[in-house]
T-cell receptor, first 115, second 113 residues
Framework: AQTVTQSQPEMSVQEAETVTLSCTYD???????LFWYKQPPSRQMILVIR??????QNATENRFSVNFQKAAKSFSLKISDSQLGDTAMYFC????????????FGTGTRLTVIP | NAGVTQTPKFQVLKTGQSMTLQCAQD?????MSWYRQDPGMGLRLIHY???????DQGEVPNGYNVSRSTTEDFPLRLLSAAPSQTSVYFC????????????FGQGTRLTVV
């Protein structure tokens, strides 16, 4: 199994501010995908953003962007203009490019947006 | 669109009882998988399938059984429930190829007493 590490169990941010969640991973593969999932209290797993390892450009989705450092095996998530609805558990996940699309998850970061 | 549907959403079992968690997807995805989520441990892979009739073990398969007789359905069976199987269970499906994405069901919260 691939190792995915999220070293921040909990974080908080003021509404409208910016926050960065950290993720590192360990793999010997060159081609893979990385994901950030959001899990609100409803328990639903919601895809926030994805990054293909072969792409040098960092992925962005509206207020969400990543800093992908392939050599350092780092994949952080930046949330800009934080909103109350961003309060959730956030999971970083790794997927091999070839195979059964199985995901390897980190332990999660619980983010609280403070009004 | 239904996507991935899991039933039931909540279940309480007594130790030693058996039950089946149902998972169905209507997206014609080849790949399906089961994960369990425990506090402080993220989601871990239990079993997965790359097509009808083909299943394989994930990271934590002990105590669980799966089969895949159709593309749409991928049930997870607990043969003799144990308190250690108290968890939230997620089913996911996806298709092979570039730009793939895993779609998750709503989860099943299982308590074994």
């Amino acid at each position: 199994a691939q190792t995915v590490t999220q070293s921040q169990p909990e974080m908080s941010v003021q509404e409208a501010e910016t926050v960065t969640l950290s993720c590192t991973y360990d793999t010997s593969e060159n081609n893979y995908y990385l994901f950030w999932y959001k899990q609100p209290p409803s328990r639903q797993m919601i895809l926030v953003i994805r990054q293909e390892a072969y792409k040098q450009q960092n992925a962005t989705e509206n207020r969400f962007s990543v800093n992908f450092q392939k050599a350092a095996k780092s994949f952080s998530l930046k949330i800009s203009d934080s909103q109350l609805g961003d309060t959730a558990m956030y999971f970083c996940a790794f997927m091999f490019q070839t195979g059964a699309n199985n995901l390897f998850f980190g332990t999660g970061t619980r983010l609280t947006v403070i009004p | 669109n239904a996507g991935v549907t899991q039933t039931p959403k909540f279940q309480v079992l007594k130790t030693g009882q058996s039950m089946t968690l149902q998972c169905a997807q209507d997206m014609n995805h080849e790949y399906m998988s089961w994960y369990r989520q425990d506090p402080g441990m993220g989601l871990r892979l239990i079993h997965y399938s790359v097509g009808a009739g083909i299943t394989d073990q994930g990271e934590v398969p002990n105590g669980y059984n799966v089969s895949r007789s159709t593309t749409e359905d991928f049930p997870l069976r607990l043969l003799s429930a144990a308190p250690s199987q108290t968890s939230v269970y997620f089913c996911a499906s996806s298709s092979p190829g570039l730009n793939t994405e895993a779609f998750f069901g709503q989860g099943t919260r299982l308590t074994v007493v």
